[in-house]
């Protein structure tokens, strides 16, 4: 007993020692890229928009390193190997949505706009309204979305540093130390984005989905090398570990569940699982840190080649979780997943350390196995908390310190340094929230981003490229009531109080039954940019007619 407990001590010293090394090593190249773009970036251009310089297959990667986030490596994996079959849901509703964005948004959105996407909803209408509007969504979102990435960080953290309940490291808990990696998250993206800007980014994101694409290749490889190719094996296993049989594999095991004796709780819950699809799939067309993306382009051809690259790498990396998700329910358990972490984020690292014992043998070699995807997993993370802060920091400082504050009459170095200063602030404020959210998948949370998103962004952009009617009253009312009613849902729904998965767990003040507010919120946002236009007099057309050849043909474009 005294030799495993040795063995067993060897491991995590070994994880620790290696984990820390190769995290160091991608903080120091990644700081090394940032320094160096922060010596090619001049102007605002360059700050917000790398230049405009990146090629479409560069942007590709990019895009799939900003939206391959720790949702889809970490809490993605955790929910397949949970609830199996519905699990794979958010895979298909996060990549089914680039089809909204290839077709609806990229090439019209490169066109009209210049850093964010308030420049094309101002456009045609009053300045400084409709951009207060537009930062106030972004900055939601935004904030939004971190809180899943601090949380997968924080969630990480304890079982890299092997930190189980009882045991400490440096003299910290595992409470403790989820806390003090959340802050040092924060600090690190802080530092990207103050320093390198939109082109020290973008490299950070380039570098990150490499090392996704390749650490997910290999375990997806091992999984089934360790069945021997059989699909058939491997879900079979994965259904008997799971405690729930065939069930497993069909849906209804999360999500449109059937109460018995109870039809209204069946009504709610196939409800929330309808209300999850409209917020997946059209959430991605109004997330900020992707639609800047876009301007990192030369041209609009670029940008939808940009986006089918993103697919394509997207797609295939979203193939890979199901065999992440069912290999941790096969070879990990649902009692030692949920043991380390109760909404299951630690299921594709520890699926890792398994096939490490299993191909390099010993705990050593699962040590190993474990510091490499973990190293990916906080690259994930701090790629992703670097574009969303950009974002956010980019709207503050471009929208509403440049042209509402100050009415345009700013000049541009003035311009970066707020969107310097409001990252650092966006960064306090998201570290300070993700404290309290960490009983959450962040799978989860990510998805009721995709919901805020997709109720205050998307009508706007929707109602502004294409319905010549639209005015600042429908954008104003478009946003807000998206985002007020999307807030509002979620803030008295289950996912902040009433239950033990809950934000708040001892408190109760819900009453709306749905955990994702897409269903409601999503319409809301598009009536409420309809009867706001209607009620106003206030048009157009000459504008929009000039909107609609840039959207279309590039003209004017910047």
């Not at 310190?401 to 003035?414: D, I, M, P, T």
């Not at 319905?467 to 429908?474: A, C, D, L």
Request: glycine share 10%.
């Amino acid at each position: 007993m005294k030799g495993i407990l040795l063995a067993a001590e060897a491991g995590n010293s070994t994880a620790r020692t290696l984990t820390i090394t190769l995290f160091l090593v991608f903080v120091a190249v990644t700081l090394g890229i940032t320094v160096w773009a922060s010596r090619q970036t001049k102007t605002a251009t360059d700050y917000y928009a790398g230049g405009r310089s990146f090629s479409g297959f560069q942007n590709g990667m990019a895009i799939g390193g900003d939206y391959m986030s720790a949702a889809s490596f970490l809490g993605i994996a955790g929910i397949i190997a949970l609830y199996g079959y519905d699990g794979f849901l958010y895979s298909i509703g996060f990549l089914v949505a680039w089809l909204v964005a290839l077709l609806l948004v990229a090439e019209l959105l490169r066109n009209s706009g210049r850093y964010t996407m308030a420049d094309v909803l101002a456009f045609r209408m009053r300045q400084k309204p409709v951009r207060t509007a537009a930062a106030v969504s972004t900055i939601t979102v935004s904030i939004f979305y971190l809180l899943a990435q601090m949380v997968g960080a924080g969630a990480l953290v304890a079982l890299l540093l092997g930190i189980r309940p009882g045991t400490t490291f440096l003299g910290m808990d595992a409470d403790a130390a989820k806390i003090a990696t959340i802050i040092m998250v924060g600090a690190l993206m802080i530092i990207y984005v103050t320093v390198g800007g939109m082109k020290g980014t973008t490299y950070v994101q380039i570098v990150k989905a490499f090392l996704l694409m390749s650490g997910a290749l290999v375990m997806t490889i091992l999984v089934l090398a360790h069945y021997k190719f059989n699909l058939s094996n491997l879900l079979g296993d994965a259904a008997n570990a799971s405690g729930k049989g065939s069930a497993f594999l069909e849906p209804g095991l999360r999500y449109g569940v059937e109460v018995a004796g109870n039809s209204a709780q069946t009504f709610y819950n196939k409800m929330d699982l309808l209300s999850l699809g409209i917020a997946l799939v059209l959430g991605t067309a109004g997330l900020p840190h992707i639609l800047i993306r876009f301007y990192t382009v030369p041209t609009a051809k670029t940008a939808r080649k940009s986006v089918l690259w993103a697919i394509g790498i997207i797609g295939t990396f979203y193939l890979f979780t199901l065999a992440l998700g069912f290999g941790a329910a096969a070879l990990v358990g649902r009692e030692a997943i949920t043991a380390q972490d109760a909404a299951g984020n630690t299921a594709a690292p520890q699926l890792a350390e398994a096939l490490g014992v299993d191909f390099l043998g010993g705990d050593v070699g699962g040590a190993a196995m474990l510091a490499i995807i973990a190293a990916v997993a906080f690259a994930t993370i701090l790629a992703v908390v670097a574009g969303l802060t950009l974002a956010s920091s980019s709207s503050l400082a471009h929208d509403f310190y440049a042209n509402v504050v100050k009415g345009g009459q700013v000049s541009e170095r003035q311009e970066v340094n707020v969107a310097r200063i409001s990252a650092l602030v966006i960064g306090a404020i998201s570290i300070v929230l993700s404290i309290f959210a960490q009983n959450l998948n962040v799978a989860f949370l990510v998805a009721l981003a995709f919901a805020v998103a997709a109720s205050g962004n998307l009508p706007a952009i929707l109602y502004s490229l294409f319905w010549k009617r639209f005015n600042t009253s429908g954008a104003v009312w478009a946003i807000y009531g998206g985002l007020i009613s999307a807030v509002g849902l979620v803030f008295f729904s289950p996912v902040v109080s009433g239950a033990a998965t809950s934000m708040f767990p001892n408190q109760d003040w819900q009453w709306f039954p749905l955990s994702n507010p897409g269903l409601i919120s999503i319409p809301v946002g598009f009536l409420c940019g309809w009867i706001g236009t209607l009620v106003s007099k206030e048009t157009d057309a000459d504008k929009y007619a000039e909107l609609e050849v840039r959207a279309l043909t590039g003209s004017g474009a910047h």
